[in-house]
């Protein structure tokens, strides 16, 4: 039965709510099976909770792409009190306590949250986290990789900038490649909806403007939305 929060409180009333033995209903017997300290105090026991922390389980994450994927969790068991924050531990460290702490909400169930700019083919640690009034349960880790970028190589004006016009495009003769790397390469250019950067990270997009192919004449041309380094424009040849 539940323990009163105040008024008359036996012994006995202790080992019922316990379940501990009965051929020994002392106050020590009953401090000891509730885990207290001595010294032992009835008042210990007033608003007592059987309750216990949390369970909580990490999920592998869906819908991984280059610079994004999604984290899930699950609550499976509020441990007899309310789950009063979830969420997880996210990033690049083998020990969660040095990674991003990212709250997603409270209470029991799957939980979940999108993360977005992200490093391509970047390897990521997730654990999950629950918190009652009883204590904070840590989920197990689990790892996902980012996908990888498809490189192609192209020639700009001088700092690997983009040329002036699609006739400087048409008849630059510099020797500066760079390396780049994109997604939906068609014909050595980058398709509309696709990502181009200029470093092996993913982290800088090229700016708008016009870059010739090394092979031949033909040159493309495209915008970027959002500094995201997503493709707004299709390609062109001269």
Same mark, same amino acid.
């Given at each position: 039965?539940?323990?009163?929060?105040?008024?008359?409180? $036996?012994?006995?009333?202790?080992?019922?709510?316990?379940?501990?033995? +009965?051929?020994?209903?002392?106050?020590?017997?009953?401090?000891?099976? +509730?885990?207290?300290?001595?010294?032992? +105090?009835?008042?210990?026991?007033?608003?007592?909770? +059987?309750? $216990?922390?949390?369970?909580?389980?990490?999920?592998?994450?869906?819908?991984?792409?280059?610079?994004?994927?999604?984290?899930?969790?699950?609550?499976?068991?509020?441990?007899?009190?309310?789950?009063?924050?979830?969420?997880?531990?996210?990033?690049?460290?083998?020990?969660?306590?040095?990674?991003?702490?990212?709250?997603?909400?409270?209470?029991?169930?799957?939980?979940?949250?999108?993360?977005?700019?992200?490093?391509?083919?970047?390897?990521?640690?997730?654990?999950?986290?629950?918190?009652?009034?009883?204590?904070?349960?840590?989920?197990?880790?689990?790892?996902?990789?980012?996908?990888?970028?498809?490189?192609?190589?192209?020639?700009?004006?001088?700092?690997?900038?983009?040329?002036?016009?699609?006739?400087?495009? /048409?008849?630059?003769?510099?020797?500066?490649?760079?390396?780049?790397?994109?997604?939906?390469?068609?014909?050595?250019?980058?398709?509309?909806?696709?990502?181009?950067?200029?470093?092996?990270?993913?982290?800088?997009?090229?700016?708008?403007?016009?870059?010739?192919?090394?092979?031949?004449?033909?040159?493309? $041309?495209?915008?970027?939305?959002?500094?995201?380094?997503?493709?707004?424009?299709?390609?062109?040849? /001269?």
């Amino acid at each position: 039965m539940p323990l009163p929060e105040s008024g008359p409180l $036996s012994l006995n009333d202790i080992r019922v709510e316990l379940g501990a033995n +009965a051929t020994n209903v002392s106050l020590g017997n009953m401090s000891d099976t +509730a885990g207290k300290e001595e010294p032992d +105090a009835i008042s210990d026991f007033y608003g007592f909770s +059987a309750a $216990s922390a949390p369970s909580v389980s990490t999920n592998a994450a869906t819908s991984i792409e280059h610079f994004q994927m999604t984290l899930n969790g699950n609550v499976t068991s509020d441990g007899g009190a309310t789950v009063t924050a979830r969420g997880f531990y996210f990033g690049t460290d083998s020990n969660y306590t040095n990674n991003l702490q990212i709250s997603v909400g409270s209470g029991t169930g799957t939980f979940s949250t999108t993360r977005t700019s992200l490093n391509a083919n970047q390897l990521y640690y997730i654990t999950s986290y629950a918190t009652n009034s009883q204590g904070t349960t840590i989920g197990s880790t689990v790892t996902a990789t980012t996908t990888a970028l498809t490189s192609f190589t192209y020639r700009a004006g001088e700092g690997g900038g983009a040329l002036g016009d699609a006739e400087a495009a /048409c008849e630059e003769a510099l020797s500066t490649n760079i390396i780049g790397y994109g997604t939906s390469i068609n014909g050595g250019a980058p398709a509309t909806n696709s990502y181009v950067f200029s470093n092996t990270t993913g982290t800088s997009p090229l700016g708008n403007g016009f870059y010739k192919l090394v092979a031949g004449k033909g040159f493309f $041309s495209f915008g970027v939305s959002g500094g995201s380094g997503q493709v707004t424009t299709g390609a062109s040849a /001269c």
